[in-house]
């Protein structure tokens, strides 16, 4: 191939030009993951001599084989909120209500945090920065976590799950709005500055109808990802049906067990589906 561009005078590109067997940058790369792949099978010593393949697949029947008296009450002091159908609501809500939270504070935080409306005075560049670090440093703590500090706070239940998702929501939504308000047209705030409009202004006419749909986009695919998240909450002592599947797998009632988790696929599938076609709609 490489001929071929010489032969007609042209510019060989720096892909065609390398030789696959003397590329040493490309074989050193190479060599050096290989070694690190090594080092690290070699430093977690993953044993798999222990598996016992026909307790797992006993396991795995019990799992298919649903146990649906966690569907009712099993007494007179339990309610709905108390059973499967009722905790796997509990959960949702608790990625919606977590996902408002962080809404309404990653919002203003997004204007703060973005370039082109934070320039052109010391003391916004100033602000700009430190919101971008907050940001930074809330969305690298995970969410796990954070749940188990706000487990320590708010002891175990619903309040430390939602704001635990909240928090950490805060950072990941502001990052996704203050990049959607950094990548508008910048023409139209510019019309509207010339004709002496003030800040709040320039943005409330000519910011917010360019980001209201990424906005709405990014909004839905948190409070989808807090909704698959939320289940996972319940073993750090974050609340809802992820607590409830924690007992059963704990007490070995896999039935009960297999049936949680049919039903945590099965919403998530659906508010997968469902978010999937309403950013495909917003597109």
Known sequence: MASYFRSRGLPVPRELSRNPLTDWQRWGTLAVTIAVLYVGVKVL??????????????VVRKLLEWDFDIMTPQNEYETFWDTSPGLMLT?????????ALSLLLALPLAFLGARNIMTGHPVTAVIYTFVRILFTIV??????????????????????????LAFHNIGVLGKLYSEAIEGIDPGPGEAITATGANRVQVIWTAVLPQIFNPFVSFTIYRLDANVRLAPVLGFVGGGGIGQQLFQTIQLFQYQKAGLIIFMIVLVVATMDFASAQVRKKLS
């Open 91 to 99: 959960t949702i809500l608790l990625g919606v209500v977590a996902t």
């Open 139 to 164: 969305r690298s703590i995970d969410v796990l976590i954070v749940v188990i500090v706000f487990a320590i706070i708010f002891g175990l239940g619903s309040a430390a799950g939602v704001f635990g």
């Open 45 to 58: 010593d993953i044993d798999v001599s222990r598996a016992n393949p026909q307790y797992a697949w006993g």
